[in-house]
Each structure stands twice: as structure tokens, then as C-alpha cells.
């Protein structure tokens, strides 16, 4: 089982970029697909992009993609979310998951362990 810690969230002014981690412990890294969520206030919790296994394969959503990359290092048990051209609709606290297999989910229900959540803001 690994569990996992989110950095790097903040307030950014809109068209700016920042840079989410999402750092895993445990020796099993390499086990899971791996999923970054966002919730923003009043609304479920949405998938936003994920990775496979063997970090070749990759899920973005509509809203996201062409702005965001999502890659992972499996020597440094660590998951990245880079996104750039935020607008204030990208505000929401974001969240990565892991679920134990070679591909990611789009379903939230399908991840076993979840970080704690980085808050990111994006001003207009």
C-alpha cells in the first residue's frame, strides 16, 4: 500500500502555471496507475488526467487537455500534474490516487488511496 502527499498548489493570476507533485511512499510505486482529481466547491469530485503503470499511457479530460501534462518519475516515487493556462474554472482542491493496476480510471471509485489534497486558486 502506498500512500501518497500533494505539494505545490497556491494562488496564481489566470494564464499562469503551476506545477503539482504528488510524492508517494513505499517500495510498490511502479504497481499502480496513478490519477489526479479536482473538486471545486459545490461540485463532485471530476478526474482530470491520468497515467498508466508504466507511465506511457495518458488520460486528460476535455477541460484540461492541451494545458496540462500529467508524467511520472518511478525512481522517485513521484507523480506530476504541470498546468498552464489556468483560468479561475480551474480553481478546486486537487487530489492524486493510485489504484493498483496498469491502467488509470476516469472513476474516482476505482483508486484505493488518495493524498490529502493541494488547494490551487487561480484569480481573475
Known amino acids: 500500500q502506498v500512500q501518497l502527499v500533494e505539494s505545490g498548489g497556491g494562488l496564481v493570476q489566470a494564464g499562469g502555471s503551476l506545477r503539482l507533485s504528488c510524492a508517494a511512499s513505499g517500495r510498490t510505486f511502479m504497481n499502480y496507475a496513478l490519477g489526479w482529481f479536482r473538486e471545486a466547491p459545490g461540485k463532485e469530485r471530476v478526474i482530470v488526467a491520468g497515467?498508466?503503470?508504466?507511465?506511457?499511457?495518458?488520460y486528460y479530460s476535455d477541460s484540461v487537455k492541451g494545458r496540462f501534462t500529467v508524467s511520472r518519475d518511478n525512481a522517485k516515487n513521484t507523480v506530476y500534474l504541470q498546468m498552464s493556462s489556468l483560468t479561475p474554472e480551474d480553481t478546486a482542491v486537487y487530489y492524486c490516487?493510485?489504484?493498483?493496476?496498469?491502467?488509470?480510471?476516469?472513476?474516482?471509485?476505482?483508486?484505493?488511496?488518495w493524498g490529502q489534497g493541494a488547494q490551487v486558486t487561480v484569480s481573475s
Open positions: 497515467v498508466s503503470r508504466g507511465g506511457t499511457v495518458f
Open positions: 490516487a493510485a489504484r493498483l493496476s496498469l491502467s488509470a480510471s476516469t472513476r474516482s471509485a476505482d483508486y484505493g488511496t
